[in-house]
């Protein structure tokens, strides 16, 4: 063997000593789109890499902000263990999900509501698009801890609401461009509308007020005010009656709701999902 034969053989065994010395690169992970109601936990324990693992490979400084339609780099699950992870405590098995039995009359508010989970949760895990078609006899999976997501500021492309209760204004936007800047009523005293950052939790086509005996058309769920749930919707009506408060739209007039006109509520109805951020100020 000649020396440089001797030179390039002993190069080689450094090299290979070398790569089983050092840990193994992460392999290109798949990527997944935040969905509504997911959480970073769930989403590791699906794919079976560990929350670090997906925190690290994500640049994540915070595992309880995510939003939906982000992009996440799941990494190999084999190639996170010899990385180092195999040093961390072993993730504790999460509860099973239970599942629960449409009864009739039974609204997706409710059931949320009576197991402490979100709209959002229990529509993201069935694959519900529309929150109001539900049948009795529908078998629901409640998913575990499905608490709603942080509210970040909407995704590129989606939409987002404001409120303001001193200009009696909504306004929509779509990539921060405004689409709309609507009159619209809010609480009249002592039933104030609650400011704040919430979200839409349920979407009905018609939603029946039963402390008032009326039906608010185009109903968009923002959040709960002790029993009942308050929300954005149009004109309401009596059975077979005709709109009330048609001519107050723009004054504070409603028990704590944001009423849009008859044209307005329905556009705004056809364009929102379940997770829009509704943003309420004074």
Sequence with gaps: MTTIQRLLSALLLAALLAMAASPVALAQGVTHTVQAGETLSAIAQRYGVSQQALVAANNIDNAALIYVGQQLTIPDAAATEIAGQSDAPAPVPAPAPSEYVVQPGDTLSQIARQHGVTVLAIAAA?????????RAGQRLTI?????????????????????????????????????????????????????????????????????????????????????????????????????IWANSVGTPVTYGCVLLGANESATLWEMAYIGMPVIISY
């Design 126 to 134: 069935n694959g519900i698009d529309n929150p109001s078609q539900l």
């Design 143 to 243: 998913p575990v801890g499905g608490q709603a997501p942080a509210l970040l500021p909407a995704p590129q492309g989606a939409l987002k609401m404001t409120v303001s209760i001193s200009e009696q204004r909504c306004r929509v936007y779509q990539n921060e461009e405004l689409l709309y800047n609507w009159r619209c009523s809010t609480g009249r005293a002592g039933s104030g509308t609650k400011a704040g950052a919430f979200y839409v939790q349920s979407k009905y086509r018609e939603a029946w007020g039963s402390r008032w005996g009326f039906w608010m058309p185009y109903w968009l769920g923002i959040y709960w005010a002790g029993g009942s749930e308050n929300g954005i919707h149009g004109l309401p009506y009596q059975t077979g009656g005709y709109p």
